[in-house]
């Protein structure tokens, strides 16, 4: 049984040295891309309400100087 654990584990071993794991970089780009591209988008039709919301809120609390 040790024998056969021990040559699973070095074919594992062998696999993983001979996997080049350099990644999938055009889709990491990709990726990267698309959700900078959907974050943007958001912010254009968030910023309006958010900017109100904040505003709203300050007005509310007051100035902390009086």
Do not use: C, Y
């Not at 993983?16 to 974050?39: E, F, N, Q, S, Y």
């Amino acid at each position: 049984m040790t024998a056969l654990l021990s040559h699973l584990w070095m074919l594992v071993r062998q696999r993983v040295a001979l996997h080049d794991d350099r990644g999938d970089v055009p889709g990491w780009v990709l990726i990267t891309l698309m959700t900078a591209g959907i974050v943007m988008a958001l912010w254009i039709v968030a910023e309006p309400k958010l900017s109100s919301l904040l505003s709203s809120a300050l007005n509310i609390s007051g100035d902390p100087n009086k």
